[in-house]
């Protein structure tokens, strides 16, 4: 699997209202209520996926610039760039290239 390019325009989540979180000191717990499953997030995915259900969709870049709120290191981006392909591979969020 590979990560979607920083320059993927569009990942995000369409069903918003599907999931609940449960914040913990070690990480997020999140419920899909659709495919009712369960998901457990270290703190930095628990917090990134956080941002795209409440903020909308994002490239690697942007998301990395939100969730660090700094000028992402290309390594930054990176890590965000794989947390992406990793939630689109369980089916929280869709990712559309451009």
């Known amino acids: 699997?590979?990560?979607?390019p920083a320059s993927a325009i569009g990942c995000g989540c369409s069903r918003?209202?599907?999931f609940v979180l449960q914040h913990?000191?070690?990480?997020?717990?999140v419920?899909?209520?659709a495919r009712a499953s369960l998901q457990a997030l270290h703190p930095v995915a628990g917090e990134a996926f956080?941002?795209?259900?409440?903020?909308?969709?994002?490239?690697a870049a942007s998301?990395?610039?939100?969730?660090f709120e700094?000028?992402?290191?290309?390594?930054?981006?990176?890590?965000?760039?794989?947390l992406l392909v990793e939630f689109e591979s369980?089916?929280?969020?869709?990712c559309t290239q451009g």
Do not use: H, K
Request: glycine residues 6%; negative net charge; charged residues 25%.
């Open 1 to 4: 699997m590979t990560a979607p």
């Open 16 to 18: 918003p209202a599907d």
């Open 24 to 29: 913990w000191p070690d990480g997020v717990v």
């Open 31 to 33: 419920y899909d209520d």
């Open 50 to 59: 956080e941002i795209l259900l409440t903020q909308g969709r994002f490239d």
């Open 63 to 67: 998301l990395a610039r939100v969730l």
């Open 70 to 82: 700094a000028e992402p290191s290309p390594e930054d981006i990176e890590l965000v760039a794989s």
């Open 90 to 94: 369980m089916g929280l969020i869709e």
